[in-house]
Nanobody, 124 residues
């Protein structure tokens, strides 16, 4: 099982990025998926989660109204659309896959598989 995250990079404040995370090795259409991030010198934190069918999402207050999580089960891929980026959004972003009971949980312990991370840098 592999999770390959992509889409990170350098963007100016106010700009947008779209992260993608493609899963391979098995289908994750029955599992909750999420994004976490780890800012420099800080602990990893929850960003957004989506339930298996994509009908329910949960987004951290710090990014609410700016970030949107979505998924395409046919492609085994989860996305994170990030708009109106701020310097404080700079971090390594990780995708994660849970199990059949994960739904939109925000705790890292609910997630079984993790991607390698993609760097997002926001210049002011």
């Amino acid at each position: 099982v592999q999770l390959q995250a992509s889409g990170g990079g350098l963007v100016q404040a106010g700009g947008s990025l779209r992260l993608s995370c493609a899963a391979s090795g098995r289908s994750f259409s029955s599992y909750g998926m999420a994004w976490f991030r780890q800012p420099p010198g800080q602990e990893r934190e929850f960003v957004a989660a989506i339930n298996p069918r994509g009908a329910r999402t949960h987004v951290a207050d710090s990014v609410k109204g700016r970030f949107t999580i979505s998924r395409d089960n046919a492609k085994n891929t989860v996305y994170l659309q990030m708009n109106s980026l701020k310097p404080e959004d700079a971090a390594v972003y990780y995708c994660a896959v849970g199990n059949v009971i994960t739904s939109t949980r925000t705790d890292q312990s609910a997630y079984v598989y993790w991607g390698q991370g993609t760097q997002v840098t926001v210049s002011s």
